[in-house]
């Protein structure tokens, strides 16, 4: 009985700890009976069929560096998920098209997404930035960033049109479809 009792009084501790985290909030699912933690900004989580987004979360003793922390680290996460996206894009597009030179053109179309990536996270929204203040004096900064699929794709074949070598194999309808093709698995594998 003694064990039951610390056990009780150990999983009550854990609990109370959790529903005392700032800016978190606590539901219980009725059907397992389980508390869901919703983090401020969540509902920017996933990406939509116009803009990539991700979300972040940093703590630090300092407001500003929490702040500038969550907003790098958000952005390192898109910059990852939208380079992985493209590079499905112009790989797919590289084999679609089957030139002589197909690998040469996979590196130069890859070299060109990571600057056309690097270019946009400039152009980056900011969708939701909440500060908490929590019990042990810390900052928590939750963050949830998001880039335009349209804009990505314009600065892409913009780049691609103006880079004489990439531009004579350059088949813009067939880009277009491939990344519109690609954007729809995107969107579909979160349903």
């Given at each position: ?14 609990a ?31 990406s ?95 963050v ?31 880009f277009?479809?491939i990344y ?12």
């Amino acid at each position: 009985m003694k064990k039951i009792s610390i056990i009780m009084i150990a999983v009550l501790s854990i609990a109370v700890s959790c529903k005392s985290k700032k800016g978190a909030k606590t539901v219980t699912d009725k059907a397992s009976g389980m508390e869901v933690i919703t983090l401020p900004c969540d509902e920017f989580r996933s990406s939509t069929a116009t803009a990539f987004r991700a979300t972040q979360s940093q703590k630090s003793s300092d407001l500003s560096l929490s702040r500038e922390k969550a907003l790098v680290v958000a952005k390192q996460r898109l910059a990852g998920l939208v380079e992985t996206k493209i590079t499905s894009v112009t790989d797919r597009y590289a084999d679609e098209y089957q030139t002589a030179n197909s690998l040469e053109m996979k590196g130069k179309y890859n070299n060109l997404t990571r600057e056309i990536i690097s270019q946009q996270l400039n152009d980056v929204t900011i969708l939701c930035e909440k500060t908490v203040k929590e019990s042990d004096g810390n900052y928590s900064t939750y963050v949830a960033v998001e880039m335009n699929k349209d804009a990505l794709k314009k600065a892409l074949e913009n780049k691609i049109s103006s880079s004489a070598k990439l531009n004579i194999d350059y088949d813009k309808m067939k880009f277009e479809q491939i990344y519109n093709e690609e954007m729809k698995k995107l969107d579909d594998a979160k349903k």
